[in-house]
């Protein structure tokens, strides 16, 4: 759609039309690996509490934000703040945003790759008669071991989904993909409603389900707060500037509040499914930690697929549609870098997107070899600092930014003024406007500032 802003600049063919793209931005990785992942390592139930506090009063109040500036603006990140404050030192945000999407492209398409290599193994019926509770959770680990420690496996795998990415995003992602994810989006969430059904079923579910939903607050702490709140940002594809890109393709004449609160609430209950999938099956078939780290939903995963009818058939189809969620989601990261070169550099889109995909995979390949082995780029952890530097406090920091300059600079009452376009009662005005100015900043400043000195 966005070659055809040289002329005139395009917009969403309808609401339902942005809300199902910023969704299929939305979802992706973020809720079925990396929830799951945040939700083991950070006590359980009451990492999930704080999450969905987060999502509610934090992560709404900045994509509310975002798309205001956006469709206010019509512009990329980066111009999008010069448009408001010429000649300021505020278009720095939009420039953090390219840099930490090229990041988060990098290691992200890396796991998104695993997603790929599942495909295959379910295809070939790897995970078929399993046996018992632990030599299935044997096989399974060893599965994932197998795979991630296979240097040239992992790079072509991060090859094969950056290249797709930068080839839907070098032809404008109008085409194909929007088409593609209102079919496939829907069946995702049937499937993983089917799946959690199962999970819920399985004997021994009992203590996955209150390792999941009832809270210990003896566990809650500064840390649990960062990442839950880092969580919802990166969930909800705020903080970078993808939600502000997608918010300038919106008419006047459409709701903000009510589009920003349902690709919230679609979101939040993917993320909210996955963990009804991973835990009851984690503490149910035993020999599995719930801090387990990155490879937890592709240990997990298959034995719950070897617990129902068809699993094989169910597994292959759930990894294809998980590999679609995350195209859905690089490309709305790639087109944050690729839309500032476009508008700002000139560049033509194909060249920006090829040239953005190489650096990413580039940079991709340390992440791509650290996650099994006995390497140096594993016991660096390679792929969990870039998650932790760029995934979690990047992401909070561009979010603060967004914040104090919508409520201080750009100032509410302008801001309130854009979003009462097409949503003429803007009952969240009161709450909206204290939101932006103070919560959303004092939470995020009080965690990033509590985590430098703790690290
Ligand atoms: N939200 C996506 C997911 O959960 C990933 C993503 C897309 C993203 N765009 C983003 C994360 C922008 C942070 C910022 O998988």
Redesign the pocket.
């Known amino acids: 759609m966005k070659d055809k802003l040289k002329s005139r600049r395009a917009i969403w063919g309808s609401k339902l039309a942005f809300i199902l793209a910023a969704a299929g931005?939305?979802?992706?990785?973020?809720?079925i690996?990396?929830f799951p992942m945040m939700v083991g390592r950070n006590g359980g139930a009451v990492f999930v509490v704080v999450y969905l506090l987060a999502v509610a009063l934090i992560g709404f109040t900045v994509m509310l934000a975002e798309l205001a500036i956006g469709r206010h603006t019509l512009k990329n990140p980066v111009g999008a703040f010069e448009h408001i404050k010429p000649g300021t030192a505020w278009k720095a945000i939009g420039y953090l945003g390219v840099v930490?999407?090229v990041a988060?492209l990098s290691y992200?398409s890396v796991v998104a790759g695993w997603a790929i290599g599942y495909i295959i193994k379910t295809a070939g019926g790897a995970f078929r008669n399993l046996g018992g509770p632990e030599a299935a959770s044997a096989a399974t680990s060893r599965a994932f071991e197998t795979l991630v420690s296979n240097p040239w496996q992992v790079i072509l795998l991060l090859l094969a989904m950056i290249g797709a990415t930068a080839y839907i995003v070098s032809r404008g992602i109008k085409e194909g993909i929007e088409r593609w994810s209102k079919i496939l989006m829907p069946l995702l969430f049937l499937i993983v409603v089917f799946l959690a059904v199962r999970a819920l079923t399985l004997p021994g579910a009992g203590a996955g389900v209150s390792f999941y939903l009832k809270p210990d607050f003896s566990k809650l702490n500064g840390t649990v707060i960062l990442f839950a709140v880092g969580q919802a940002?990166?969930?909800?594809?705020?903080?970078?500037?993808?939600?502000l890109t997608y918010g300038s393709y919106i008419r006047r004449s459409d709701n903000l509040v009510t589009s920003a609160g349902w690709v919230s609430f679609a979101?939040t209950a993917i993320a909210f499914l996955a963990g009804i999938i991973i835990f009851p099956t984690l503490f149910a078939i035993p020999g599995i930690e719930p801090a387990e780290g990155p490879a937890l939903v592709f240990k997990v995963l298959p034995l719950i697929f070897s617990k129902i009818p068809l699993g094989q058939l169910f597994g292959f189809l759930f990894f294809v549609l998980l590999f679609i969620?995350?195209l859905t989601?690089?490309i709305?990261?790639l087109e944050?870098p690729v839309a500032y070169l476009v508008d700002e550099k000139k560049w033509s889109r194909p060249r920006a997107a090829w040239l953005v995909g190489l650096l990413a995979f580039t940079l991709g390949v340390p992440s791509a070899l650290s996650s099994g082995g006995d390497s140096l780029l594993t016991r660096l952890r390679i792929q969990h600092w870039m998650d932790f530097i760029f995934?979690s406090i990047a992401?909070a920091a561009g979010a603060l930014l967004i914040a104090l300059f919508t409520g201080y600079v750009w100032k509410v009452k302008n801001a309130a003024q854009e979003i009462r376009c097409g949503a003429p009662r803007f009952r969240l005005e009161k709450f909206w406007s204290l939101a932006i100015r103070f919560l959303a900043p004092a939470v995020i400043l009080i965690i990033l500032v509590s985590q430098f000195f703790s690290q």
């Open positions: 931005s939305a979802i992706g990785l973020g809720n690996w990396r930490t999407a988060i992200y940002f990166f969930s909800l594809s705020l903080g970078l500037g993808t939600m979101d969620a995350s989601s690089t709305s990261i944050v995934g992401l």
